[in-house]
């Protein structure tokens, strides 16, 4: 058997800088060590869970989860916290206009 030594990182998340142009990172924290990356206080486990924590309650509230429609359900959920406190009609525009110009 093979011992894991840290910081360990899956397979998966081998090339996903590649995904997206580039919009996706992915850290590693080692639990045992500490909770928050000393080096960046931005990289911890706890927003991450408790981000798909609300998303999860949010969703179980919602009267029936289509599997086909979930994407766009989780999508609607991360626009509306990252917009949370904001006017969502002028937010809806100006997004629009940003990604769709004339």
């Known amino acids: 058997m093979k011992h894991l030594t840290w910081p360990v990182e899956w397979p998966s998340y081998a090339n996903i800088d590649q ?3 580039g919009i996706y990172m992915h850290s590693v924290i ?9 080096a960046d ?14 998303a999860k309650r949010k969703l179980r509230r919602q009267y029936g ?3 086909a429609l979930f994407p766009s359900y989780l999508n609607k959920f991360v626009f509306r916290n990252r917009f949370r406190g904001q006017d969502m009609f002028h937010v ?3 997004t629009t206009a940003e990604n769709y110009p004339l």
């Open 30 to 38: 080692v639990h045992p060590r500490h909770f928050v990356d000393p």
């Open 41 to 54: 206080a931005d990289v911890h486990t706890e927003q991450v869970e408790n981000m798909w924590k609300r």
């Open 19 to 21: 995904l997206g142009h």
């Open 65 to 67: 989860t289509s599997r």
């Open 92 to 94: 809806i525009l100006k």
